[in-house]
């Protein structure tokens, strides 16, 4: 048995052990579960409060004794609808307060937020931040300058991503810092004649009021930087455009 799918419940390994105690025996005392769960009885005191509590266990008395029973396994699938129910409750509290966090979120865009992500995943992570954000941008275009090695880099941590781009209508323009590189589909690309080591370039994509900036370490393991803010992606974007103009 997948006793993972109890965890998911919230229940711990000791309410576990209790309640498939309790199904074994049929019911217990609380000195005859302490025996065969291993526990010492106050534990297991607490443990079947809880157990009450969330509906999988009652008691019952025989003579002079309190036995305790495990109810109808039944009883997990109702308990899974309460979670259900409380989460939507959840979830509406939420949206009532999102407003007023977007708020807070807007006092403090004044100070560029800095992210930072290592290796194929978080590269990955880069990409799909762009096409999340541009998703739900009003601006359909975003702007690159590839750079020979990480280019590559790019590439492999998220192979569909030009597809998953293109089928979101999303647009993109490049500037190739070095030679090579195609385009997909929805983007266009111009090179630049750069005379000095392209290898030890930056890649860099400037897209909704961000711009992310993937290189390699010292161990040549791809590392990237989101900058979220407006300024700073205005200004990248101004520049690129000019560029482009110029090529």
């Known amino acids: 048995m997948d006793i993972n799918i109890f965890k998911k419940l919230n229940l711990s390994e000791k ?3 209790v309640y498939l105690s309790l199904l074994r ?16 009885r106050g534990t297991v005191y607490d443990v079947l409060k809880k157990l009450q509590e969330i509906g999988l ?24 609808h309460l979670r259900e129910q409380e989460l939507k409750q959840l ?8 407003p007023e966090l977007k708020s807070l979120q807007e006092k403090g865009g ?20 762009i096409l999340e954000q541009m998703k739900k941008s009003h601006e359909k275009d975003y702007y690159i300058y590839s750079a020979v090695g990480v ?7 998220y192979p569909d991503f030009n597809k998953k781009r293109i ?15 195609g385009t997909y589909g929805m983007d266009d690309r111009k090179w630049l004649n750069v005379k000095s080591e392209s290898e030890g370039m930056t890649y860099i994509l400037i897209y909704d009021g961000h711009c992310a900036f993937i ?9 990237g930087v989101i900058i979220e803010n407006k300024m700073i992606y205005e200004t990248q974007k101004t520049i690129f455009l000019q560029l482009w103009k110029l090529l």
């Open 151 to 157: 280019r590559e880099d790019v590439y492999s941590a």
């Open 215 to 223: 290189s390699r370490d010292v161990n040549s393991n791809p590392v």
């Open 15 to 17: 309410e576990i052990t």
């Open 25 to 40: 025996s049929g019911g217990a005392s609380i000195r005859n579960l302490a025996e065969a769960s291993n526990l010492n």
């Open 91 to 98: 979830e509406v509290k939420v949206q009532e307060i999102i």
């Open 167 to 181: 089928k979101n209508n999303i647009s993109a323009k490049t500037i190739s810092l070095s030679p090579g590189g």
């Open 57 to 80: 266990v009652s008691f019952y008395h025989q003579d002079t004794k309190q036995k305790f029973v495990a109810e109808d396994p039944e009883k997990i699938t109702e308990l899974i």
């Open 110 to 129: 004044e100070r560029p937020v800095t992210k930072f992500y290592e290796g194929k995943r978080g590269i990955h992570f880069i990409l799909e931040d």
